[in-house]
Each structure stands twice: as structure tokens, then as C-alpha cells.
């Protein structure tokens, strides 16, 4: 039997009631699993009296381990028994007598009520871009430039362009300007093949030495041109019907690029406008898990994330760099529960065959199957993507009903 004693905005006080017999009967349980499992002298496995099992293992231990158990099975009964859903607990007392029933009390954190504002009233402030024929001509210098082709120029290097050294030593290595370390871009551009030059090696900042270094060829892309015959190889009948697919491609991707914009600013505004008080523990275990993907990051750039909190320290930025960790969970648990609650509010719903197709679209762009996909990322990754997709699914039906 459980009660509600006290409830005040996300805690909520109530009291459990165990049973004698359930009492009983799990303090005989407890009995009998240390009687198989414990070795006593003169008496054989599971035979030895409880009398002799409490002596050894202690009474007080063997109720508090009674305790735990009884409260590890009837409280999350009991939460839902009251309709709670609990993100932290704490007991406040328990009371245990042989022959009496188990009463313990317990304050719950439960999962915060929220409040929606008036969101169709919002006014969401996104630019539409012009597909103008700047931006076309663009996409399709782009597009050539994926058919494009290294030739070997004679003139002084660029920074788009491949330039192919050789050491003292005799190694040779190509240099990609537009991705080479800036002391190494520096000495090269402008040089010609045949040129010599003196390349820097750093440690840090610090130069420790310098190659010697001789300038074996410049490279450039070279772009087909842009006519009827580059269309033709790139699937379309003339270079007229490839700019039009092209313009027609640019303002489906801009439209969507708008709407995906303006489901994160409804999203932006849903967070900060909800009347939500978010509990404690709920928020520890954001920023704990802020930390984890941070530290998974630093993992990547062989750093600890011991050492980057100690070198914070150091420079005198933990406080901030702690400020900004609560900043930002409290922003991501703000909007979860804004879109949650969104969703609830407009009974939004995800037909297997919408999720199916999503995942089958997310599969094929990594060039998987959709059962690989879900084999690869596991029951709990993909319970988490219909979320998201729900969640979306939402955003998106609350934009068709905002004012514009």
C-alpha cells in the first residue's frame, strides 16, 4: 500500500507499506540463499539452523539487506501506483519490526510537469535565400569541379593548387596548399618548379630545424567546360536542362534548410518559454552526461579529461567552464521537455512504415541495409531515433499551425 503524504511542485513525499508476510517471507529468502552459499563447520550446504546463519553473517546486516530488497521491489510499484514517474529518491525513514508490517518514507524527485506557452502566437524570424544565378553558377562551378582534373602547370604556385617536394634526403611528398600547415604554405606559395626553399619543421611553435627543399611540380584542377558536352556527362540532355535541375534542386534544398531553421528556433523559444522546474538529479545527470561526450572527444585528441579540467583550473577558467556546462544542460533538458510536451499536446504519432522509411533512407546513406543499421546500433540507439523522429514529426506539424 502506498500514499502520497506531501506533494509540492516536483517533490513528492509518500509512504510505503510492506506487508509482515511479504516481510517474512523475503527475510526466509535471504536466509536460505546464505544457507546455500555460506560453508559452515558440522553442518551440511543448506542445512545449517537460521539461528546459527544469523549468528555468523549478523542480524543487523541480514535486515538491512531486507530492507533493501523490499524497497527494491515494492517502491517502483508503488510509484506507479500513484501515477509518479521518479527521476531521484531519497529515503527519509524506514521502520522495520518482526511481526509488523515494513513502513518506509520516501521523498520522490518525479519527472517535471510542463506548462506550453502560447507557441501559434510566435513569430519566427527566418531569411529565405534567393536562388539568384550567382548562387547557381556556383553550384554548378561546384559541380564541374567534382569532374575536374590535376594538370601540371608552369607558373608560381597558388592556393588552391598540389605542389609535389622533394627533400635533401630524397623524400618526396605532396602538399595540398589549401590544407597545409601555415609555416609550410607560407615558404611555398608563389615558388615555381626547379625552386629551392628552406621549410620550416616545428615542434609546438618552436622551429626546431629547417629542409632543405626543392619545388618538383605544381598542379592545378582543371575544369571541363561548362557546356552542352559537360552535361551530357553528367546525365542531362543540355546545358540548359542541367541549370534548370540544378536551380530547381538549390531552392528544394533551401526550402528545406528554412524549415529545419525555423524548427529549431520554435524549438529555441519552447524551451525558454515553458513553465517547467526541472529536479536536481535530472540536471546532474545532463551535465554528467555533457561531461561523457566531452570526454569522449578529448579521448580523440589523446587528452584526458582529468588533465583538460586540471589545465582549466590552472588558467583560472574552471568556474566559467562550469557555469557553461549548467547553462547548457539546462538548455537541452528545457527543450526535451518542450517538444515531449509538444508532442503529447498535439497526440502527434509515428506509423511504423514513416520510421521504417526513415531508417531505410538513414541506411542508404551509410551505404547499409536498414536491418544492418539497426543490428549496428542497438535496441536502445534506434528506441531513441523514433523519439527524435516523433519529436520532429511534431515541431513540424506545430509549424503548419504557427501565424505567419
Not at 562551378?141 to 609535389?164: H, P, T, W
Amino acid at each position: 500500500m502506498a500514499e502520497i503524504l506531501e506533494r509540492e511542485g516536483y517533490k513528492v513525499k509518500i509512504k510505503v507499506e510492506v506487508p509482515a508476510g511479504q516481510v517474512e517471507q523475503t527475510y526466509q529468502s535471504l536466509l536460505n540463499n546464505y544457507a546455500g552459499r555460506v560453508k559452515l563447520p558440522g553442518f551440511r550446504a543448506g542445512k545449517a539452523p537460521a539461528k546459527v546463519i544469523e549468528a555468523r553473517i549478523g542480524k543487523e546486516s541480514l535486515l538491512d539487506e531486507v530492507k533493501e530488497a523490499l524497497r527494491d521491489e515494492t517502491f517502483p510499484k508503488a510509484a506507479q501506483e500513484l501515477s509518479l514517474m521518479p527521476v531521484g529518491a531519497r529515503v527519509l525513514e524506514e521502520n522495520l519490526t518482526f511481526g509488523q508490517p515494513f513502513v518506509y518514507t520516501v521523498e520522490v524527485e518525479n519527472y517535471p510537469e510542463v506548462r506550453l506557452p502560447d507557441w501559434q502566437r510566435f513569430r519566427l524570424e527566418v531569411e529565405t535565400p534567393e536562388v539568384t544565378d550567382e548562387v547557381v553558377n556556383r553550384a554548378l562551378d561546384e559541380l564541374r569541379s567534382r569532374y575536374g582534373e590535376m594538370l601540371a602547370v608552369d607558373r608560381e604556385v597558388q592556393e588552391k593548387d598540389n605542389v609535389f617536394i622533394e627533400t635533401d634526403d630524397g623524400g618526396r611528398f605532396p602538399v595540398v596548399m589549401e590544407n597545409a600547415q601555415p609555416h609550410v604554405h607560407e615558404v611555398l606559395l608563389g615558388k615555381k618548379a626547379g625552386d629551392e626553399v628552406m621549410v620550416p619543421v616545428k615542434d609546438g611553435e618552436t622551429i626546431v630545424r629547417e629542409v632543405k627543399t626543392r619545388v618538383l611540380e605544381v598542379k592545378a584542377l582543371q575544369l571541363p567546360e561548362l557546356d552542352d558536352e559537360f552535361a551530357k556527362t553528367v546525365g542531362e540532355d543540355s546545358l540548359e536542362a542541367l541549370t534548370g535541375k540544378v536551380r530547381e534542386g538549390l531552392k528544394a534544398q533551401f526550402e528545406r534548410e528554412v524549415r529545419n531553421a525555423r524548427a529549431s528556433q520554435l524549438l529555441d523559444k519552447l524551451g525558454e518559454a515553458i513553465e517547467a522546474e526541472i529536479p536536481p538529479t535530472m540536471q546532474a545527470r545532463e551535465e554528467q552526461s555533457l561531461l561523457q561526450s566531452l570526454a569522449e572527444d578529448l579521448k580523440q585528441q589523446k587528452l584526458e579529461l582529468s588533465e583538460y579540467i586540471a589545465q582549466l583550473e590552472k588558467d583560472g577558467k574552471l568556474e566559467e567552464f562550469q557555469q557553461n556546462l549548467t547553462v547548457s544542460a539546462t538548455r537541452r533538458l528545457r527543450r526535451s521537455l518542450a517538444v515531449e510536451a509538444l508532442s503529447e499536446s498535439l497526440k502527434t504519432e509515428l506509423d511504423p512504415e514513416e520510421f521504417n522509411e526513415f531508417l531505410a533512407e538513414m541506411a542508404r546513406s551509410y551505404r547499409t541495409t536498414p536491418a544492418r543499421l539497426q543490428s549496428e546500433l542497438g535496441q536502445e540507439a534506434v528506441a531513441r531515433l523514433r523519439i527524435q523522429r516523433l519529436h520532429d514529426k511534431a515541431l513540424f506539424m506545430a509549424l503548419e499551425r504557427i501565424e505567419s
